[in-house]
């Protein structure tokens, strides 16, 4: 959700800025939006207005009663090194200066996108498979490996997951949802909606904005790995 900073077009990562009164209202709309919507874990960044977030979501959600909030570090959002706490046009105006292009620029102090970030998403994605896979794997009952047959989506909050028995929650932020996107698509290969827009689909996420992956995992000796993946909606603002 929104906070002062979102607000006045200022950078934050270090800043660990509560929700503004619009962030509220922007977390309790996600929460009933997702009232209905049945849960078997949530994930969130340890930054405070992540968690506030989630615990919005949780409230408005039956499914949420009994579940834990799993806060991991690794889900917090993208360093912005010397620009923290500065104007985002000032950091656009870096990366111009610079002869690269925003949000791919990293300022001196940062964190890199396709380094150390993406590493930080990776290292937080294996973690959440092992534990969702030793947790859930059995009620699947056999190693199946293929995707859902691909629907479209209709505007439902629980477009692509009505016969899903695993569905994870994940708060995070937006800069750092650019660079898991990015890795999803061009990495990983993961299936876009029909008729996507590929500069849509790499766009900065609005504040809780929602985007949802299918994703099927096999069982590999006592490993879990992930075999396949598609996206259902990216960047829904409803």
Same mark, same amino acid.
């Given at each position: 959700g929104e906070t002062q900073y979102n607000k006045d077009g200022l950078?934050?990562?270090?800043?660990d800025a *509560?929700?503004? #009164?619009?962030?509220? =209202? &922007?977390?309790?709309?996600?929460?009933?939006?997702?009232?209905?919507?049945?849960?078997?874990?949530?994930?969130?960044?340890?930054?405070?207005?992540?968690?506030?977030?989630?615990?919005?979501?949780?409230?408005?959600?039956?499914?949420?009663?009994?579940?834990?909030?799993?806060?991991?570090?690794?889900?917090?959002?993208?360093s912005f090194g010397i620009a923290e706490g500065g104007r985002l046009q000032d950091l656009k105006d870096m990366a111009q200066a610079a002869g690269q292009t925003f949000p791919g620029f990293t300022p *001196?102090?940062? #964190?890199?996108?396709? =380094? &150390?970030v993406k590493q930080r998403f990776k290292e937080f994605l294996e973690k959440m498979l092992q534990q969702i896979g030793a947790e859930h794997f059995s009620e699947r009952g056999q190693d199946d490996s293929s995707l859902p047959a691909p629907s479209q989506a209709e505007g439902k909050a629980d477009d692509g997951v009505k016969d899903i028995p695993v569905h994870a929650l994940v708060v995070t932020h937006g800069a750092y949802m650019c660079v898991v996107v990015r890795y999803?698509?061009?990495?990983?290969?993961?299936?876009?909606?029909?008729?996507?827009?590929?500069?849509?689909?790499?766009s900065l996420s609005p504040n809780t904005g929602l985007c949802r992956f299918i994703i099927t995992v096999r069982k590999q000796d006592d490993e879990f790995i992930l075999s396949g993946m598609r996206c259902v909606f990216i960047h829904r603002g409803d």
């Open positions: 950078l934050q990562q270090a800043i *509560p929700l503004s #009164e619009a962030g509220l =209202q &922007q977390a309790e709309a996600a929460g009933r939006y997702l009232a209905h919507v049945k849960f078997t874990n949530v994930f969130v960044s340890s930054m405070l207005r992540a968690k506030q977030t989630t615990e919005i979501i949780m409230k408005h959600n039956s499914s949420c009663s009994a579940l834990e909030m799993v806060c991991d570090p690794l889900l917090i959002e993208k *001196p102090g940062g #964190e890199t996108q396709e =380094q &150390q999803f698509v061009e990495e990983l290969h993961c299936g876009l909606p029909r008729g996507s827009d590929k500069a849509h689909v790499f």
